[in-house]
């Protein structure tokens, strides 16, 4: 983390926030956000939690509707601690389907989570292949 005029501010390369940065539909602001993310200071768990969290809000009415007009901006999602929200009962999966379409279907829905949070990071520590 950098310090700037008495504030303290993520690094732009930071892996953590720029994995949520390119997840985040709405990418305005930025050095607002790494301000907010550095008062929060997430572990990458959290960010993990978060990116769940993010999977499903991205297809929320509200955030959809008239192109993602509606979607919030960074730091207000931050602020308002956003990546806590529950998920809305409509969009819950159905019996006989887990949380994130394992097969076969998880028992529980932590246990998914971890699951697929193991699949998580097993994608990002994963070597990257380079186009030659």
């Known amino acids: 983390m950098s310090k700037r005029s008495g504030y303290l501010m993520v690094d732009e390369d930071d892996p953590d926030f720029k994995r949520w940065w390119m997840a985040y539909p709405n990418r305005a602001s930025k050095k607002d956000a790494r301000r907010v993310w550095a008062s929060l200071a997430p572990t990458t768990e959290d960010v993990d ?11 929320l009415p509200q955030w959809t509707k008239d192109g993602g007009q509606y979607v ?14 529950e ?13 994130h379409d394992h097969d076969p279907a998880c028992t529980s829905r932590d246990r998914c989570e971890q699951q697929w949070l193991s699949e998580l990071r097993a994608e990002r520590d994963a070597p990257k292949l380079r186009a030659v």
């Open 49 to 59: 939690r978060w990116m769940l969290t993010l999977a499903w809000q991205v297809n």
């Open 72 to 85: 919030p901006l960074p730091t207000t999602y931050l602020r308002a601690e956003r990546f806590d929200d």
């Open 87 to 99: 998920m809305p009962a409509h969009l819950q999966p159905k019996a006989r389907r887990c949380w």
